[in-house]
Each structure stands twice: as C-alpha cells, then as structure tokens.
C-alpha cells in the first residue's frame, strides 16, 4: 500500500486558503498540498502520497543509514557470496548472474 | 500447470464453472479493448479475425505483406485518438503519419502512398484542423510520403473527441527481406533503438499535470530511414517491431508469443531516461509497459548485432541504441527479466490500458 | 531520483545480504504487511536473494485487495447511477464485485474517472455543480489523512455535490487479528513505512510485548526491505521483541500530529469487514457524524445488496499468510489478472498479482538449461 515518494519542495504558496506546493520529483515537478507540514521550509524534502505532504525527509537519518550499509557485511565475505548461495539453494539464477550486477 | 501456455492463456470452458465467472465475459467494449494488451489480442483473435477470415490478416503483422502484380507489398492502417491533440514534441497529425509509416518500416518497407480520413466532431475549431493538417502535411514530407487519398466525415457534438484521424499506407518491401516474428530463433539479440517510455510520458505530463524540469517531448519519428541503414548492414535481420501501446513489454511479450521463443533481458540494459522513471514512480506507473513513438525494437541473429548496432548508433534516430537480451529456447512465449539486484522477475503482457496505482 | 536510487543500490544491497546470511542460523517468517513491500520484493526479486531460512509470508495490506465486496458492490452501484462522476484511484478500477467492474460501468455509460488525488475529484465538483461528485475513498493510514483532508475542504468551502464512498482500513488491528489466528506462523513484522509516517509508532510497543513478536517499521526500497528483515531476524537470533525503526528517514516516532488531528476530526473507528479475511473489530475508519453529510452510504440509498464472492478463492487464506499463492488450485489457471477470483489477483501490489506477474518462472516447473545472457 502507500506509494509515497519523496521530493523536494521548491516554492509554498497559499491558494483557495489552502497551503500548497510545488515540488520537485527528480525533474518531475507536480503540485503538492502542504496542509499537514505546516511548518516545512522550500529546499526541504517531504514523502508524498497522493498529492499530498505526509512527512518531512529527514536528510541525515538518510546519510546514517546509508553510511550504517556501508560497515556491513565487510567480515562475511568467507561466508560465500549470497547470490551464489541463494542461487544454488532455488536454482533461480544461471551462472553468469554476476556480470549482471556490476 | 505442466506447460507455460496454459499458464499464459488459460483455455477454460466456462460453461463448466461453478462458481460466479469472473469478469472474463464482457458484454460491452471496455477501454482495454484498445490498450494493446491482452484484451485488444483477444477481440482480434476471437471476433475480427474469425469474421474476417484470409491468411494475409491471420499473421497479425504490423503491415500486411502482399504479393501483387509480382511486387511484395507492405500494406498497413492505423487510427489515432489521441488527447490531447497537440502535446509536447507533437500533435495527433504527426502521429498519424508516422504510425503508418512506421508500422510499414517493420516490415522493411519505405512507406509510398498513404491514405488519410478525418472524423471531425461538430463544433470543433477550424483553425485546429488546419494546424493539424499542417502538421500531417509536415510529417509526410519529412518522411517521404505522399498523401494520395482521404475522407472527412463530421459527427454530432458530444459523438466524437474533437479529431479523430485514419491513415492507411503502401509501400515495397526490398527484395531479399523477410521480417517475420517467425523467423527469431534462440541466439538472437534483443536491440532497442533508444531510450523508452518518453512519448507516453510526454502525453500524460499533459493529462496529469506534471511539468518537467527537463524537457520531455515526444519522440514521435518515421523510423524509415533507420531501418534502411540497418538493412543496409544486412538484409538478414529477423524481426522489427514499433513498441508504442503496452510499451516494450507488450512488443516482446507480441513476439516472444509469436515466435514461440523464451525472451531473457537484462533491465539494467533497458535505457530508461531518468525524468520517464520518475514520472513513472510518482504516477505509479511502469515504464516498460508506457508507450513509444519513433522507437523498435529488433531481434537480429547474433553474428549481425555488432554491425547492426553500430548502423543504428551512427543514426540519429539510434544514437542510443542498445543491447537489451536475446531470444532463448527456455520458457517459450515469455518474457523474462533480470532485475538490477541480481533476481529474475516475468514481464507480462499487460492487461488493458495501464493504471495509475496508489499503493 | 534522490533518495531512491541509493536505496537501490546493488553493492549495498550486497552487504546487508551477507550481513543476513550471517546472522541467520534457523528458519524465520517474516511478514511484510504492506501490499507495496510485497511489489517492491517481488519485483527486485529480493526473496530469491535472502537466505533459505528466512520466509516472507505477504501480508493484508492492499488496501485495493481487502476492501469488501459489499462496498465494491455499492461503489458499482452508485457509479452506474445517472448524474453521477464516480472518481477513483486507479487500481480500484478493475477489482471485480458480484459481476462487474468499475470499468464495466463505464462501458455501460457510466462517469468513472481516475484521479490522481482526492483533490481532484473535489476541483471536479466544483467544476460541475450539477453533478454528483463522488469519490472512492479507500486505503490505509497513510490515504486516509488525504482524503479526510479532502471532505475537510468540501465541508468548509460548502461543496454540497460532494461526498465519499468511505471504506478505510487500520493495520494494527490487522497484525493483532493474524497474531491472534491459530494457524498463524509468523514470527516477526516488517511494519508498513508509510503508515507509519503518519501514525508514528506508539500502537507497536503493546502488539510486541504481548504477541512476543518483532516488529520492525521498514521502507520500500531494496535497501530499506533488506535493512527490515535484517533487523527483524537480529532480534529473532537473540531472542527479542522490540519495536523498531528501520525507515527513519520518513517515520518519526510520534508520526504526523497534524494528519492525525485531522484524521481524529473527520473519521471515527467501526468494525470492518476484509475481504477475504472477514469483520476485524475496529479495524476500519467512517466519516464521523459532522461530516455525515459527506457520506455517499448515506446521500445515495445503497442497502440491500447482495453479494456474491466465488467459491475457489482461497484469497482470504493467502492474505493471512496461511498458503503461499500459488498453492492455491485456481492460480494460474481458473484466476489470473485477466480473469481474477478474487482481489488479491487484481491489483499489481495483491501477492498473488505480483505471484503471476514475476513468479511464474520459478513455481512453473520448466526444466531449463542456464543460458548466459548478453
């Protein structure tokens, strides 16, 4: 459920006394109404679902949590490699899957 | 479920449900019927085709190709809808020239003579059927052809969307070529001429009010030229085909059907251009299933692609052409993609029209 | 588009995969309540990727899935209505009631419409003064503050040619109601993102502790479902139940206080009936009595109607996680999304949609020889 995507908003104006926006979905810009972050600034990024603002984005939550997936998985590469692995066990993926990855 | 043509078409005999039929029984056209997908092939296969009868038709080509006075013909119609009339990149007349042309270029025919009726709706500005006739007028020259015959019929006000616009074409297809989904065998490569999706998306930008930072215009084109350039490399190329509704998916899913060969590609290869994407993920839609214009795709023996492609890429209608997958003798009938992470998902052939998901 | 590619990225998603598959010493299933997780699994193929231990069982939360057939019926019953623009979100079009579709409808001569927004089905109202404007009002927490939004302002600027066909779902009455199935095998959540963006956390805490279940709020991204389940089986291995966020990048803990106010203001709880599932107790949103005006139930005459759900349909069982889709004996066969039984077949986020649409490959069994690809 709940196709959300973030963007970033780019000018707020108030229309018809609702709080509205135009925002930015990477070069896609579509109108948004801002009525439930009343206190969100342009520049910011907000997750729209269905026109409307919902949350804002929180950029350094975004930074951590990417930089958090870096640290992983560094000590298991003696594990064997996942695909490899998950590939033998469903037989899912023909050999030569790797190329495709990279 | 022992063989994936059930699967595909299950034939089932629904007098023996017992259970209420599900909504496989449609008594009344629904918009589907006209999106390129499942529904528009079964109203071909179970009501034109059996009324029409004729071996020429039941090849279901883009062109019809016809042996006449010791010529081999291409012989193609198309009719155009399209709302709005005029969109960025181009208007309903450029389409119905170029859709004509193009359906006769998969056959490898430059296209000669076109035929052009106009359903016009009552009340419709004159001036905007004179910019449309310029704009016809326009695409015809550019693509070489001329238009040698037409029709004008009015309908009442409220009986038609303004313009509605049916051309038909002829043209010779070039001795020594044979373009048939029959003829793809497993080993073939899959080309795609340039990066997909952008015409639907141009269209919808229009309907759903999306601007673009970045400008998204209709790549409507006639691929004539090109497909000489790559029929100039050889003559042995397997099969053309304009993936314009339903979208790439729908043309491979068409041919991989047609010629009863698996498809295998690799949607990292697929160019998608990142302002078609994002449409498309704000939309909730999927951008192998939105349609092209002045885009094909081509199955070609494998001993050709390179030189194939670098045909396509010296042209600039392929600029950016690229290898997208190949023909396979598995999984017959279906398309196959292989997902950026490294997974594998079934790209089917969509329903009816696409729509919009929330969720 | 920013802050979605590098939630997609390959070499990432790699390390979360080995971090997985070394964390993981025994079987786990995991749900993931949201239909959309569901899509975004399927189509990366990410279940193929995770270690044979950990099992998805795909949740309830296709809110086009387990809206009820009796409202379905209604909805095709008021749209076929003279002087009415019916306004939907796209996916509901095709969701099969006792014999029709919305899209059937409209065949038939009937004003459907797909909006985008519930807003545009108001600006259609106001752009139509003499047409009933009704919109279909659907979907969990996260659709739910837009369209009370939107009867909040047809209320307010007196846009009387308005109303909305409401039938709003809730999840955590969804979780308490699998958890408490006797059948049920799920042993950890993959909480729904962006219901929590609007919700916030605070209803979690109580379904973990007393269900003993993890409950880990997770995005839609590769990345962001890999980090989910990743977090889930962790505390699976180490034996905890804790509420946690994996998204925090759209979900803060008390959610959206301004979306909920709203929510609070127009909509009031009631029982709700799933299809597939049957009545959860105050799993579902109606207009609350201020704004009963707006409530196409009750401006258009809708009772009495009776429905008829197909036999073979085993949806309900598939959207509780009891049988995996193709398990089911009309899939594929009696049921595809040409011709569905029942929802969960129709919407592209339904399990068995996305089962049929991605899946076929792996659960036809085609023998194949591996072919390198260009």
């Given at each position: 459920m709940c196709l959300a995507v973030p963007g970033k908003v780019l000018d707020i104006e108030e229309r018809d006394g609702t709080r509205m926006?135009?925002?930015?979905f990477g070069g896609v810009v579509k109108e948004v109404c801002l009525e439930y972050l009343p206190d969100i600034q342009v520049g910011e990024y907000a997750i729209v679902h269905v026109g409307f603002a919902l949350q804002r984005l929180d950029e350094e939550s975004a930074k951590q949590t990417l930089e958090l997936f870096e640290t992983l998985g560094m000590l298991q590469e003696e594990f064997g490699d996942p695909w490899e692995t998950a590939a033998e066990a469903n037989g899912t993926l023909p050999p030569g899957s790797e190329e495709a990855l990279r | 479920m022992s063989d994936t043509t059930d699967l595909r078409m299950p034939s089932v005999d629904p007098a023996s449900w017992t259970c209420p039929a599900p909504l496989y029984d449609?008594?009344?056209v629904v918009m589907g019927h006209g999106g390129g997908g499942a529904l528009s092939a079964e109203l071909v296969r179970d009501v034109f085709a059996p009324a029409f009868g004729g071996e020429t038709l039941a090849q279901l080509g883009d062109a019809a190709a016809l042996s006449l006075g010791g010529l081999r013909l291409a012989f193609s119609t198309d009719s155009f809808v399209v709302r709005p009339l005029f969109f960025p990149g181009g208007s309903i007349g450029d389409l119905a020239v170029n859709g004509t042309v193009n359906d006769l270029a998969?056959?490898?025919?430059?296209?000669?003579?076109?035929?052009c009726g106009f359903i016009l709706e009552e009340g419709v500005e004159l001036d905007t059927v004179a910019r449309v006739a310029d704009a016809l007028g326009a695409a015809a020259r550019a693509a070489g052809v001329e238009v040698?015959?037409?029709?004008?019929?009015?309908?009442?006000?409220g009986h038609g969307d303004g313009i509605f616009i049916n051309t038909a074409g002829i043209g010779l297809i070039p001795a020594g070529v044979d373009l048939r989904p029959q003829r793809v065998v497993p080993g073939d490569v899959v080309i795609v001429s340039g990066p997909i999706g952008v015409h639907g998306v141009a269209i919808m930008s229009v309907r759903e009010g999306l601007e673009f930072g970045v400008e998204i215009e209709s790549d409507c084109a006639a691929l004539g030229p090109l497909v000489d350039a790559m029929l100039a490399v050889t003559p042995d190329l397997h099969v053309l085909r304009d993936p314009t509704r339903g979208g790439l998916g729908a043309a491979l899913n068409e041919l991989a059907t047609a010629s009863g060969t698996g498809v295998v590609i690799t949607e990292r290869e697929v160019p998608i251009p990142p302002a078609v994407a994002n449409a498309c993920a704000v939309l909730g839609l999927d951008p192998m299933y939105v349609a092209n214009e002045g885009k094909l795709v081509a199955f070609v023996p494998r001993r050709h692609a390179d030189a194939v492609l670098e045909a396509m890429r010296a042209h600039p209608l392929g600029a950016e052409a690229r290898i997208i997958g190949e023909a396979v003798a598995d999984h017959p009938g279906m398309v196959v993609a292989r997902t950026g992470l490294g997974g594998t998902r079934v790209v089917d052939l969509p329903i009816g029209e696409q729509l919009p998901r929330i969720c | 588009m920013k802050y979605i590619e590098e939630f997609q990225d390959p070499e990432l998603a790699r390390r979360l995969l080995h971090e997985i598959h070394a964390t993981v010493t025994r079987p786990w299933a995991l749900m993931e309540v949201c239909g959309g997780q569901t899509h975004s699994i399927i189509r990366h193929g990410i279940d193929q990727l995770l270690p044979a231990e950990v099992e998805l069982i795909h949740g309830p939360g296709c809110p086009v899935c387990v809206t009820p057939l009796e409202v379905i019926d209604k909805a095709l019953e008021i749209a076929s209505r003279p002087g009415v623009v019916f306004c939907s979100f796209g996916d509901m079009l095709r969701v099969p009631g006792t014999g029709r579709d919305l899209f059937q409808v409209r065949g038939a001569g009937g004003d459907v419409r797909v909006v985008y927004s519930p807003l545009d089905a108001l600006r259609i109202a106001q752009q139509n003064p003499d047409r009933q404007v009704v919109f279909f009002g659907i979907g969990f927490e996260t659709t739910a503050p837009p369209n009370a939004m939107t009867v909040h302002q047809a209320r307010k600027l007196g846009i009387r040619n308005f109303s909305m066909l409401v039938s709003h779902v809730r999840v955590p009455p969804a979780i308490e109601a699998i958890m408490?199935?006797?059948?049920?095998?799920?042993q950890g959540f993959l909480a729904a993102g962006h219901v929590c963006s609007v919700m916030g956390v605070d209803e979690y805490p109580e379904l973990a502790r007393r269900f003993r279940v993890p409950i880990v709020v997770t995005g839609f991204e590769p990345l962001d479902i890999l980090e989910g389940v990743r977090r889930t089986v962790a505390q699976l291995e180490r034996g905890e139940h804790t509420v946690d966020n994996a998204y925090p990048r759209a979900v803060r803990a008390e959610g959206n206080p301004a979306a909920k106010a709203m929510l609070e203001d127009v909509f009031e709880v009631t029982d709700r009936s799933w299809r597939g599932i049957?009545?959860?107790?105050?799993?579902?949103w109606r207009l609350s009595p201020k704004y009963r005006d707006y409530d196409a139930e009750h401006r258009f005459s809708v009772d009495g109607i009776r429905t008829r759900e197909p036999a073979e349909c085993r949806s309900g069982e598939v959207l509780q996680g009891l049988i995996k889709p193709h398990e089911c004996e009309a899939f594929g066969t009696l049921c595809t999304p040409r011709t569905p039984l029942g929802a969960t077949m129709v919407s592209s986020e339904g399990a068995c949609a996305a089962y049929y649409l991605y899946r076929r490959l792996d659960i036809t069994p085609a023998p194949r020889e591996a072919t390198p690809v260009v």
């Open positions: 926006a135009t925002v930015d | 449609q008594s009344r998969m056959s490898g025919a430059r296209a000669s003579y076109l035929s040698a015959t037409g029709d004008t019929k009015v309908v009442e006000a | 408490r199935s006797p059948s049920c095998r799920v049957g009545v959860i107790p105050g799993s579902g």
